[in-house]
């Protein structure tokens, strides 16, 4: 999640848990906390160049459920060593700076980038992504009620504040998974009919909110994609087909950056060649065709491919036109358009159209 989310998740943790006359003290020990984690992308950047080690490296050590409670025990016994405010209550500051130090990993993992909570094991990352790296609706309850207990200090009115402001922002974390839930058995319903009932697939909420989700599913030849609004949408899901170079994946698949990019993203990738090189593309974050993370992995050389090292590529997308066009497509279903009256390409044909896709893959 964003930086001012796990700010505020950390401190109102720590508010919420520490003595009450150390409730200012315990908002920005929790705010730093909170935010710590993320804090790996420094010596990460240092020590390498690579883009696609820097996106893997992050939320990893610094992310584990299996290290940080050991940082933060460290952090308190250091803290209480030095007297003041931790020694006064070591146990309640003791569960105030875990709380705000395990949530950070726990919340990351609600997002679709992935979150390696069991580092190093050799787990895949978690991506339960229910919600969306910025998500309104979750951080304003945990601002506000920082806000409060900051002013409020020891009073009464402070801890019932924290604790609200925590409550529903976990409500809104469960709803979230109840929306995914609702659009995951739509896909499965659509997709089985496609013959892509087996198909790997994933769900992610669109920006800034829960009520509109994007749905991918890989095939054979490339992957489909289609949205899901649970506002306005009533029928079944339609998904257009996409290809991907997928012979050329084939070629570089052993690559080192490719076989940890495959790896750390579920295998969730596309495969294309421009300008004479093959470019690989994360397809959890974006939407086709503008993606965050893409990255030149080889150059043509003769009839095969050659490994260079991985640049990343940032590829410019209308914002200011496609974030008022997700906000309509919430509030209205689109018009199911007859192919005869509206041909469309065969590269982006809505998955429902062809019959052969199980067998064949969808071209």
Known sequence: MDSLTQIVLGAALSAAIAPAGHRRAALLAGAALGTLPDLDVIPVNLFTADPVERMTWHRSLSHSLLVLPFIAWAIWAWCRERGGRVAQSPKRWFWAMQAALLTHP?????????????????????????????????????????VVAWFARERKLAQPALVVGLALSSLY?????????????EAEAALAKLGLEDAPRFSVPMPFNTLLW????????????????????????????????????????????????????????????????????????????????????????????????????????????KLPAMWTRIWQEPEIVAEAEAPVPTSMRAAAIPAQSHNGGMR
């Open 106 to 146: 726990v919340l990351d993992a609600f997002t679709v980038y992935g979150t390696q909570l069991l580092w190093p094991l050799p787990v895949k990352p978690v991506m339960w992504s229910s919600v969306f790296i910025i998500d309104p609706l979750y951080t304003v309850w945990l601002l506000l009620a920082c």
């Open 214 to 321: 994007r749905v991918v599913a890989m095939t054979p030849g490339g992957f489909v994609e289609g949205e899901r609004s649970l506002v306005a949408d009533r029928g079944p899901m339609r998904f257009r087909a996409y290809d991907s170079d997928m012979e050329a994946f084939r070629q570089v698949s052993g690559y080192p950056a490719v076989h940890r990019l495959n790896w750390f993203n579920h295998g969730f990738m596309k495969a294309e060649q421009r300008d004479g090189r093959l470019i690989v593309t994360d397809l959890r974050m974006g939407a086709e065709p503008d993606y965050s993370f893409r990255f030149a992995v080889a150059e043509r050389a003769a009839e095969s491919w050659r490994e260079i090292p991985p640049q990343q590529l940032q590829w410019p997308w209308d914002a200011a036109r």
């Open 173 to 185: 974390l469960g709803g979230s998974l109840w929306a995914k839930s609702r659009v995951e058995h």
